[in-house]
């Protein structure tokens, strides 16, 4: 389920098939991968964040590992932007179970981040596992809300996309975790699909008796190289930091929108 989500939700509407996005995935989300996630998103941004003097903003925050590990690792004002209701239910609850005074410094945006309004409220944004997933139309209209919510000088790290479609379909088991007298567990497809990726998720629950229950998701991902990506990106002001030595994120700085 990492690496994938529902572009649906992107728009912060109701789905078209009435129900809500994520509604499956978010149940098993944290239990079968926070973990690997937390220590994943601290080696990748614990860095980036700490050096944020104004504001973090946590673009597709989902159930909260980045603005989770941004509120312990940054003194910083942390803006959480979640659109989808069952993804931002996890992360409520998450902030929740925190100190008071990490809660403080975070507020939580429940649209998608260019209805949010957002204006100059971070010198850092973090964009973890969200931009494959969207429409490529989509994707463009997240740009200049990105330089409208970043103060002059500010930096977005994202993770990258996939940079091509798989050539054949790729079948990966998720981590099987024990939860009282039940184990959760999953398999995720993944496959081309005409000019985007198909992601299909199967969950279940297994008891001592065999399977209790068993849902299933499918999730569209659109890939787009690196190079490509920076093409797109400095369309709209944004220039590509040095590499970070690292195949998996993207750091652009943006120098401010003309009219403030
Ligand atoms: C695959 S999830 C990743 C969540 C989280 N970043 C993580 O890695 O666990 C992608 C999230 O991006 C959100 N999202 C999609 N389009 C968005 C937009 N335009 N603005 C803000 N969030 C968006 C979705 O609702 C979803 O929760």
């Given amino acids: 389920m990492n690496d994938v989500c529902n572009d649906e939700a992107e728009a912060g509407t109701p789905p078209r098939d009435g129900r809500d996005q994520y509604a499956v995935s978010a149940e098993f989300y944290d239990i079968l991968q926070a973990e690997r996630d937390r220590d994943r998103v601290h080696r990748l941004y614990s860095a980036d964040v700490r050096t944020a003097r104004a504001g973090v903003l946590d673009i597709g925050a989902g159930t909260g590992t980045v603005t989770a590990m ?28 925190m ?5 403080m410094r975070v507020t939580v945006h429940a649209r998608a981040l260019h209805d949010s309004g957002l204006r100059a409220v971070a010198d850092v944004a973090i964009c973890h596992n969200v931009i494959g997933c969207l429409q490529p139309t989509r ?3 997240l740009w ?4 409208k919510a970043l103060l002059p000088g500010g930096v977005l790290v994202l993770q990258l996309p996939p940079a091509s479609l798989p050539t054949t379909a790729v079948s990966t088991d998720l981590p099987i975790v024990r939860v009282g007298e039940h184990e959760y567990g999953g398999r995720m ?9 198909r992601a299909h998720f199967d969950y279940w629950v297994r008891g001592r008796a065999g399977r209790l229950r068993e849902r299933a998701e499918t999730f569209w991902m659109w890939p787009l190289s690196r190079a ?8 709209h002001g944004f220039a590509a930091l040095p590499d970070r030595g690292d195949d ?9 929108l003309l009219d403030g």
């Fill in 248 to 256: 998996v994120t993207l750091a652009a700085r943006h120098p401010g």
């Fill in 144 to 147: 200049p809300a990105v330089a």
């Fill in 189 to 197: 497809v993944t496959s081309a699909d005409g000019e985007r990726i």
């Fill in 139 to 141: 994707r463009r209209t």
């Fill in 99 to 103: 100190p008071a005074d990490l809660r």
């Fill in 70 to 97: 941004s509120l312990v690792e940054s003194g910083a004002a942390v803006h959480a932007v979640e659109p989808t209701r069952a993804m931002r239910t996890a992360l409520m609850t998450r902030l929740a179970d």
């Fill in 228 to 235: 490509e990506l920076v093409e797109e990106m400095s369309e």
